[in-house]
């Protein structure tokens, strides 16, 4: 949990584990092995999953504002929206803090979003 699936398959071979019919673990086998058990990946995370760790995620904060993506990414770009990156994916991380919601909603009916 918490690293990319690449990552995971290799630190197993670094570790000495391998398939059945390989020297190393595939990044393949990871992924069946995860969904296998249920679990979604980080990025799935990110693009299905309101919050991460008190964190609003951009697809999650979206939902919430009813706005599209690219209308938050963009404010985050211009440095309007402070937000961190996630430090294995990469993703932008949105601190839920009623205050920047309310500020986000005075933007939104600033600019006619709604």
């Not at 693009?47 to 993506?69: C, N, P, S």
């Amino acid at each position: 949990e918490g690293y990319h699936d690449a990552e995971i398959a290799r630190l197993l071979t670094t570790e000495g584990f391998h398939s059945a019919r390989s020297r190393r673990i595939p990044v393949s086998l990871v992924g069946e092995i995860r969904r296998a058990r249920g679990q979604i990946s980080l990025t799935e995370q990110f693009m299905t999953q309101a919050k991460i760790d008190g964190y609003w995620t951009v697809f999650g904060l979206a939902q919430e504002l009813a706005v599209h993506r690219n209308w938050l990414s963009t404010r985050i770009r211009q440095g309007m929206l402070p937000a961190k990156r996630h430090p294995v994916v990469g993703h932008d991380l949105i601190l839920d803090e009623p205050e920047g919601l309310d500020t986000l909603r005075a933007q939104q009916e600033r600019c006619g979003y709604h």
